[in-house]
């Protein structure tokens, strides 16, 4: 398994930005596709994006797609979610996820993940 820690989490106005960052040891990382999935007060967990293990585009949900951006940096072990214009309907824990089998198939099922970070609160403001 890969160890994943995130960061980067915090209070924001709506409207504003944050990027949340996530640190991977262990396993080579880079073979992996990697995950953020968030989740709301009551609500289930939910996919937000991922992306391959070579980079280039990410897959996202509808309801981050041209707000957020996933990029990953392998040869630091990091992978990154870009949030902009942000909502209050964006707050949430975040969590990144690696997928251990998959490493071109961006998968949205959070069974297909089996490495999680602790998680990032990410709370926005209205």
């Known amino acids: 398994q890969v160890q994943l820690v995130e960061s980067g989490g915090g209070l924001v106005q709506a409207g504003g930005s944050l990027t949340l960052s996530c640190a991977a040891s262990g396993r080579t990382f880079s073979f992996y596709v990697m995950g953020w999935f968030r989740q709301a007060p009551g609500k289930e967990r939910e996919f937000v994006g991922g992306?391959?293990?070579?980079?280039?585009?990410?897959y996202y949900a509808d309801s981050v797609k041209g707000r957020f951006t996933i990029y990953r940096d392998n040869a630091k072990n990091m992978m990154y979610l870009q949030m902009r214009s942000l909502k209050p309907e964006d707050t949430a824990v975040y969590y990144c996820?690696?997928?251990?089998?998959?490493?071109?198939?961006?998968?949205?099922?959070?069974?297909?993940?089996?490495?999680w970070g602790q998680g990032t609160q990410v709370t926005v403001s209205s």
């Open positions: 996820a690696a997928d251990g089998v998959s490493r071109a198939v961006v998968r949205t099922s959070e069974r297909s993940y089996d490495s």
């Open positions: 992306i391959r293990w070579s980079g280039g585009s990410a």
